[in-house]
């Protein structure tokens, strides 16, 4: 079965509720999923996958450095071809999602843009966006 690799950094959920929500839309439509923490996380993770949907919060102006230090570390794996996307909650002005963007694409990955990115907590409306990401994402790797 196709399998996407969710990985994400969140402070207070907001990030969180967004992964879920693509976990749920990639999971109706029939891929496999596996969600982490990224500290519950490691590159083999990525590597298994055939997608990986990278998600992070913006703290002062940058995504989260325990994520951004997550992606640095992908360099060591070949992610060459797989599906890729960057998504995350944000309060004023959401650099985290670009900067993975610009990181995945750099890997050589079929790069989803714009990243997906909410402002503040996910209303109805987000949480759908990201079940459809998650369903397009299950659709792109069958
Ligand atoms: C100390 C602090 C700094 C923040 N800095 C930024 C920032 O520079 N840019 C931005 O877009 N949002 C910023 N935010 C807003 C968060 O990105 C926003 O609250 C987001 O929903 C947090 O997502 P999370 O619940 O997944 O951690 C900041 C929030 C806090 C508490």
């Known amino acids: 079965m196709a399998k996407l690799a969710i990985i994400y950094g969140t402070g207070f959920g907001n990030t969180g509720i967004m992964a879920k929500a693509i976990e749920e839309g990639a999971k109706s ?5 596996v969600i982490k923490k990224v500290d519950q996380a490691s590159p083999a993770d990525a590597e298994n996958a055939d997608a990986v949907a990278i998600g992070l919060a913006t703290y002062k102006g940058a995504g989260m450095p325990t994520v951004i230090k997550f992606v640095e570390n992908l360099a060591k794996i070949s992610l060459k071809g797989k599906v890729g996307t960057a998504f995350g909650s944000y ?33 109805e409306e987000g949480i759908e966006e990201c079940k ?3 369903k397009q994402i299950a659709e792109m790797i069958q």
């Open 132 to 134: 459809r990401l998650g």
């Open 29 to 33: 439509a029939g891929a496999d999923v």
């Open 91 to 123: 309060g004023w002005s959401g650099e985290g999602p670009i900067v993975i963007t610009k990181m995945l694409k750099g890997y050589g990955m079929k790069v989803l843009e714009p990243p997906l990115r909410i402002k503040r907590i996910p209303e």
